[in-house]
């Protein structure tokens, strides 16, 4: 029971590359959601509040660290044996 419970690598790197899949997909969705409102605020002149710019630092922040996390596994699967 307990050996059920302990990741193997092959099942780690299908889940990842799943992961990876959905987040494409997401990551995609939401960079046209941004350009259109982007667009729309530049032609109406309108602002944004504080708390879209903080959410927006945020998501910045943890794409930074996914980002990295995924190199570092990238660098991992180059340096095998």
């Not at 660290?65 to 995924?70: E, K, M, V």
Request: aromatic letters at 0%.
């Amino acid at each position: 029971m307990a050996d059920e419970q302990i990741p193997t690598v092959d099942g780690s790197l299908a889940a990842l590359s799943e992961a990876v899949g959905k987040a494409c997909v997401d990551l995609l969705a939401v960079k046209t959601a941004l350009d259109v409102a982007r667009t729309d605020i530049a032609s109406r002149n309108t602002s944004l509040t504080r708390e879209i710019v903080r959410h927006a630092e945020h998501a910045i922040d943890h794409l930074r660290g996914a980002d990295q996390s995924l190199r570092d596994v990238l660098e991992d699967l180059k340096n095998r044996d």
